[in-house]
């Protein structure tokens, strides 16, 4: 098994920052992607962005060149660095391990973003 602990989330005005934090632990691997997805009130949960263990990423259309996401390998950590916060990023992101073909999720941590 696979745990996931996120830190972070907070209230935040628009235009603030905020720096989201996902310590892995327990049966990790080498190979793996690590990401954050979010899910706001009524809506699907969707991806924001994700990182491989060799350091590649991908992003949202609606985050790119907002939120910068980036890994610890020695501390098995994955961060998310989100500037320029907008009302709509407003949900519970949820920190995801995929590694030999299994999810992991973490409990979540909300993000709340005041107009």
């Known amino acids: 098994q696979v745990q996931l602990v996120e830190s972070g989330g907070d209230l935040v005005q628009a235009g603030g920052s905020l720096r989201l934090s996902c310590a892995a632990s327990g049966m990790i691997t080498t190979i793996n992607t690590m990401g954050w997805y979010r899910q706001a009130p009524g809506k699907q949960r969707e991806l924001v962005a994700t990182i491989t263990n060799r350091g590649f990423t991908n992003y949202a259309d609606s985050v790119k060149g907002r939120f910068t996401i980036s890994a610890d390998t020695a501390k098995n950590t994955v961060y998310l660095q989100m500037n320029s916060l907008k009302s709509d990023d407003t949900a519970t992101y949820y920190c995801?391990?995929?590694?030999?073909?299994?999810?992991?999720w973490g409990k979540g941590t909300l993000v709340t973003v005041s107009s």
């Open positions: 995801n391990r995929y590694q030999f073909g299994v999810h992991y």
